[in-house]
């Protein structure tokens, strides 16, 4: 009788633990966790966006900051060891000394050590957009420049503005994602539950829309936006750009899944029981695009961040004052610059590392969720 | 097939008209943008209202936009793609040369990175989980992330520092004097650099593709069969099973060009090539609509031609497929 109480007991709990196993959720994070380069590029997307987040507490410098002295000076070197000799506890740098005026060849002035500081005070800025303060991270007295990456052709500090320029960089793609998926997903569910007539019109657009170059498409919407716009207002606009260019993809597969869904019995069910096309199609097709949904958008983000480098690489995304990788990267055009100032292209490695990141997690994500589309 | 071919050639026709309004639409949401001859004002004051409303009237500007339009659609249908207000010159004189420049880069890239993908990712799959293949792999996902400006910024600097190659153009300054075995040469020396810095990006992704399609193949029961025939490995893996892991690759063909076409427009700035991309851009700039609308167009059809050919390509490579 105890035997069998504990032998029921026990058969209890593995069915319990199997359940719990088994949800999906809990499957497609067992899958995720098998891709190690999935969760290395998760966790390197976590920082940058973290790092984004707090860009004024990283960044020595504010985003006007310009010292028109040092223009096209080299990355700052970081010692321990001074020019005599000596070791010193905490690592230091020199100022700029100018050698060549007309090459803007800068050597060091090792007449003085300047120490790198931690949690010092700068320029004030609000932690969040509300609790002010005028704390960062490192910093170094002037005369000494802390241009850990080097500084542009007005004397900015480049590594301060990448921190700044995170912030259009990597928003770009959420803000995308943001607009496109609720258009994709509804156009898409409307046009395959509905057919005929709607399907369509709506299926002809998309077609006319992909049978674009994207970027020739791009280029011409973005020119004629206004030059009198704000920064805010302009990157919406760009943001729109590309929904209104990128939301048919998304639309045309969905319309595909939605074709043999509509075609299930949950939704004759949900049909049956008096519920409205719009709840059917939202509440109970939708649900089921979900993992493709997701897979979807990290693997949308990267090409929206790669197209508005682009743009601002052109000159036609983000203007100054305000400014993102691509429009960092810009500098770097012309064979003069690029080969004298090499500095300048750590904006292009950035961009490289981000979408190189959201790639590798959007793929190790569509093995985890999709097994059907799993690329062995 | 053939009534396949014709019903598509058919419907190229609304297409192209839904194309040009979009590109049309997009030009005239421009609120308070100014159009060329604002801009122009701004640049010259000197010119008199009466030069600027005689220009306007000349290119047909004074009339309501959607008059333009029907305008515009008229004179493409009896292919005139109207005056370039920046160079005065008709519109096909500009854009005739540029697209060929850009169908040349965009097929060259598209050569050179089959040439690579294919047999690396043969290779990969042959060897699958080996530190080759996850290598190779690895190389592939930086391959797609990597934009082509970036690319093409990081081998302009290369090629500065070694002498090896011509930064920018398509042609030398003695190109006009060269025999015609040397023109060729010439722009194939100068089409090397902008062809890597456009085909990384097409390796990276067809690499991969192959390698999946082929691991599936090698998966197939008729290879157990030709092994079991007593095939060579060689032999199984080239005659049979590369064969039908190639075929799904066409259709990625389409999807390509309209990748390179995109693509080929940075490159063309970073690197000054004289193609469609850079064209457009200097169109945009200036607000010369003509050169804009015909680019935007001729882009298109290029596009959707590339993949009518690649549905082509298929029905001919796959017996399996059949376009009712």
Redesign the interface.
């Known amino acids: 009788m105890a035997h069998d109480l504990v032998a029921a007991r026990v058969a209890e709990q593995r069915r319990r633990e199997a359940a719990r196993a088994r949800t999906p959720l809990a499957l497609a994070w067992r899958q995720l966790t098998r891709y190690k380069l999935a969760l290395v590029s998760g966790a390197v997307l976590v920082a940058a966006y973290g790092i984004m987040v707090f860009a004024e507490f990283f960044a020595p410098y504010a985003l006007d900051f310009t010292d028109r002295s040092l223009f096209y000076a080299p990355p700052v070197g970081v010692h321990l060891r001074d020019a005599q000799g000596r070791w010193h506890l905490r690592p230091f740098v020199y100022a700029y000394r100018l050698v060549d005026r007309d090459l803007r060849i800068y050597g060091p002035d090792t007449s003085r050590a300047y120490d790198i500081r931690f949690f010092v005070r700068g320029f004030r800025y609000r932690v969040l957009g509300f609790a002010p303060t005028d704390i960062h991270l490192v910093g170094a007295d002037p005369p000494a420049r802390l241009f850990l990456l080097g500084s542009d052709q007005f004397g900015r500090d480049l590594l301060s503005r990448m921190l700044f320029g995170s912030r259009i960089s990597l928003l770009i793609g959420v803000l995308v994602v943001l607009i496109t998926f609720p258009i994709g997903l509804v156009l898409g569910g409307v046009a395959g539950y509905y057919g005929k007539i709607v399907d369509n019109i709506l299926m002809r657009s998309v077609e006319v829309l992909a049978s674009f170059p994207t970027f020739y498409l791009l280029l011409t919407l973005a020119s004629v936006l206004p030059a009198t716009l704000s920064s805010g207002a302009r990157l919406f606009m760009i943001a729109a750009v590309f929904s209104l260019v990128g939301w048919g993809g998304l639309a045309r597969i969905i319309r595909g899944l939605v074709l043999s869904i509509r075609e299930l019995e949950f939704v004759l069910a949900a049909r049956a029981a008096g519920l409205g096309d719009l709840r059917v199609i939202v509440r109970h097709i939708l649900p089921s695009t979900t993992s493709y949904v997701i897979v979807a958008a990290t693997l949308s983000i990267p090409g929206t961040i790669l197209g508005e480098s682009g743009l601002s690489f052109l000159g036609l995304g983000v203007q100054e004052p305000s400014t993102s990788w691509g429009l960092l990267l810009a500098q770097a055009q012309s064979v003069d610059v690029l080969t004298h100032f090499p500095w300048l292209l750590l904006p292009g490695l950035a961009i490289v590392v981000v979408i190189l990141a959201y790639n590798l997690l959007g793929d190790g994500v569509r093995d985890a969720l999709d097994p059907r589309q799993r690329s062995s | 097939m053939i009534r396949y071919i014709a019903r598509r050639l058919i419907l190229l026709g ?2 192209l008209v ?2 040009t309004f ?2 049309w639409a ?2 005239q ?5 100014g159009d060329y001859f604002q801009s122009l004002v701004l640049q010259y004051p000197q010119i008199s209202p009466q030069t600027i409303a005689a220009l306007r009237a000349r290119f047909g500007m004074d009339q309501p936009p959607w008059i333009q339009y029907l305008r515009w659609l008229w004179s493409i249908v009896h292919l005139d793609f109207g005056l370039s207000f920046a160079y005065q010159v008709p519109v096909t004189w500009l854009i005739g040369s540029r697209a060929l420049n850009t169908l040349l880069l965009s097929i060259t890239s598209m050569v050179a990175a089959w040439a690579l993908a294919i047999p690396l990712g043969i290779y990969s799959a042959v060897h ?1 989980y080996s530190v080759a293949d996850g290598a190779l792999n ?1 190389s592939a ?2 391959a ?4 082509s ?2 690319s093409a ?2 081998l ?2 290369a090629a ?2 070694t002498h090896l190659l011509p ?2 153009g398509l042609t030398s300054v003695t190109y006009d004097v060269l025999p015609w075995w040397g023109k060729v040469l010439d722009v194939g020396w100068h089409l090397i650099l902008p062809t890597i810095a456009l085909g990384v990006f097409s390796v990276g992704g067809l690499m ?1 593709y192959m390698r ?1 399609n082929l ?2 193949v090698l998966r197939a029961d008729y290879l157990k069969t030709a092994r079991a025939k007593g095939l060579t490995e060689r032999r199984v893996i080239l005659r049979h099973a590369v064969r039908n892991a190639i075929n799904p690759l066409v259709t990625l063909f389409g999807f390509e060009l ?1 990748g390179l ?3 080929a ?2 490159v063309e ?2 690197l000054g090539y004289p193609g469609l ?1 850079r064209l ?2 200097e169109a ?2 200036k ?1 010369d609509v003509f050169v ?1 609308m015909g ?2 167009l001729l ?2 059809v ?3 031609l590339g993949n009518l050919a690649a549905d082509i390509l298929l029905a001919v490579a796959d017996p399996r497929i059949r376009y009712d």
């Not at chain 2, 797609?144 to 934009?147: A, D, G, L």
Request: proline share 5%; hydrophobic share 60%; charged share 5%.
């Open positions: 609304p297409l839904g194309i979009v590109s997009a030009i949401l421009a609120p308070g943008s699958q690895v996902f930086v797609i992330s990597v934009p400006f970036f910024l990081l302009l600097y500065f520092w930064l920018q991969r999946n691991l599936d309209g076409l995109s693509g427009a940075f700035n970073v991309g457009i851009l945009v700039l607000k804009v680019s935007l882009g298109s290029l596009l959707i």
